[in-house]
T-cell receptor
Framework: KNEVEQSPQNLTAQEGEFITINCSYS?????LHWLQQHPGGGIVSLFMLSSGKKKHGRLIATINIQEKHSSLHITASHPRDSAVYICAVNLYNNNDMRFGAGTRLTVKP | EAQVTQNPRYLITVTGKKLTVTCSQNMNHEYMSWYRQDPGLGLRQIYY???????DKGDVPEGYKVSRKEKRNFPLILESPSPNQTSLYFC???????????FGSGTRLTVV
């Protein structure tokens, strides 16, 4: 079983829809990251969380440490949000990173 | 502009020919790391460095070497590349390990 599990694997939405991507992990962590990888391959760091909730524009990320779960929400989705979203964690005992398999999001106009 | 610069962007090489992929950051970040990305396996950490002269193995370090002689540079060295090291490689840096990351543009390596 992977240490970091994401769902769904693929997601297609209509422009304007509210989107949720989930991430569950089974290890002790010191931080959780949400990354965005565009079709061209570049990776952008969206959020780093160790507790609570963060918001940046239309993106919201939450983490529940007790339940070992994080969610990434996109409000009023737009075709330019189409990308692969990757959840990653820093392991607690060292600074190794583990990654989820990614969620491929397609937003149709 | 704050950035992480990787070179080269694309590289085709032959088995056994030593190569170095360079990574440089201009943000005075302490933490730097290397990853590889493969279809079906996703991203995996190769090596990371907490600061100058401090490096540690990640999830898949076999066949790779790194060095951190200066804060800004963190080269990835393949002493004897093999076809199973064909992959897309990313370098990243961060103020500290648990802070937000800045990624390089990636290096697509093919070993024939």
């Amino acid at each position: 079983k992977n240490e970091v599990e994401q769902s769904p694997q693929n997601l297609t939405a209509q422009e304007g829809e509210f989107i949720t991507i989930n991430c569950s992990y089974s290890v002790g962590i010191s931080a959780l990251h949400w990354l965005q990888q565009h079709p061209g391959g570049g990776i952008v760091s969206l959020f780093m969380l160790s507790s609570g909730k963060k918001k940046h524009g239309r993106l919201i990320a939450t983490i529940n440490i007790q339940e070992k779960h994080s969610s990434l929400h996109i409000t009023a989705s737009h075709p330019r949000d189409s990308a692969v979203y990757i959840c990653a964690v820093n392991l607690y005992n060292n600074n190794d990173m583990r990654f989820g398999a990614g969620t491929r999001l397609t937003v149709k106009p | 502009e704050a950035q992480v610069t990787q070179n080269p962007r694309y590289l085709i090489t032959v088995t056994g020919k030593k190569l170095t992929v360079t990574c440089s950051q201009n943000m005075n970040h302490e933490y730097m790391s290397w990853y590889r990305q493969d279809p079906g396996l996703g991203l995996r950490q190769i090596y990371y460095s907490m600061n100058v002269e401090v490096t540690d193995k990640g999830d898949v370090p076999e066949g790779y070497k790194v060095s951190r002689k200066e804060k800004r540079n963190f080269p990835l060295i393949l002493e004897s590349p093999s076809p199973n090291q064909t992959s897309l490689y990313f370098c990243a840096s961060s103020f500290r390990a648990n802070y937000g990351y800045t990624f390089g543009s990636g290096t697509r390596l093919t070993v024939v």
